[in-house]
């Protein structure tokens, strides 16, 4: 999603995209440091995510083959698509809020191309390639939580301008959303699973706040994005999201 930063100053190359702010992914072209970076990252998370993911993020990920090397969006969208009917598509990085609407509208994840370095395997400031695939795409294997993610896109579009409750509803839910399950206390949220820190720090810091989900107080709360969160907010089940997506925004 987009941000306040002007365009030209994010990190991404934005001198090639469509007009829908789609570009080739070219996932060939990836260095030996990245690829390095990459499955340092995915040997930390999966380990983090065996223990405190949701089973419906597990499974995705297994459904998927997420492997040792970069993800060509090709091939995902090969396993992907049949399953729920939704696709990735490669972005240079951050977009705008109505065109990230209208993808989801249209069950298409946009996806960041570019992947971090190795310096920045703790913390970054703008979403790249692992936080948006690791952390977003595996749900969208799952029909509850990728029927959502089209329903959230559509009630953004039209909203028109008016987006500050629903990005708070996607910041506490698919960014930072944790869930009770039968096994206890369990994460789904892209934001945290994406992040070593944030994973601890949601189920074990003592200093948070963990509140049961509820629609209309989840829109109403700011929330800090360069910070590891003070608070949570936790669903009994998958499905509470349609009725936090249809519920009105004023």
């Known amino acids: 999603m987009e941000n306040s930063v002007p365009f030209e100053d994010l990190r991404g190359d934005y001198r090639q995209m469509a007009a829908d702010w789609t570009v080739a992914q070219h996932a060939d072209l990836y260095s030996d ?90 913390y970054l400031v703008e979403p790249d390639l692992f936080h948006d695939f690791f952390g977003h795409v595996p749900l969208l294997t799952n029909p509850v939580f990728a029927d959502y993610m089209q329903l959230y896109g559509q009630r953004g579009v039209e909203a028109g301008g008016k987006i500050d409750l629903l990005a708070r509803l996607y910041w506490y839910t698919v960014e930072f959303g944790l869930i009770r399950t039968a096994q206890g206390l369990k994460i789904y949220g892209a934001g945290i699973l994406s992040s070593a820190k944030e994973v601890k720090h949601a189920i074990e810091g003592s200093d948070v706040e963990r509140l049961p989900f509820e629609a209309a107080t989840v829109m109403h709360r700011p929330y800090e994005i360069d910070r590891l969160q003070n608070t949570y907010f936790v669903l009994d089940d998958f499905k509470q999201l349609f009725e936090a997506a249809q519920t009105r925004v004023a």
């Open 33 to 122: 440091e990245d690829q390095e970076t990459w499955r340092l990252l995915l040997d930390r998370q999966s380990r983090l995510a065996e223990k405190h993911a949701c089973a419906e993020f597990l499974e995705g990920l297994k459904v998927l083959g997420v492997a040792s090397r970069i993800p060509d969006f090709a091939e995902i969208n090969a396993r992907l698509e049949p399953l729920t009917g939704w696709r990735i598509v490669g972005v240079p990085g951050l977009i705008p809020d109505a065109v990230f609407y209208d993808h989801l509208a249209h069950r298409r994840f946009p996806v960041t191309v570019w992947i971090r370095t190795r310096a920045e395997l703790d």
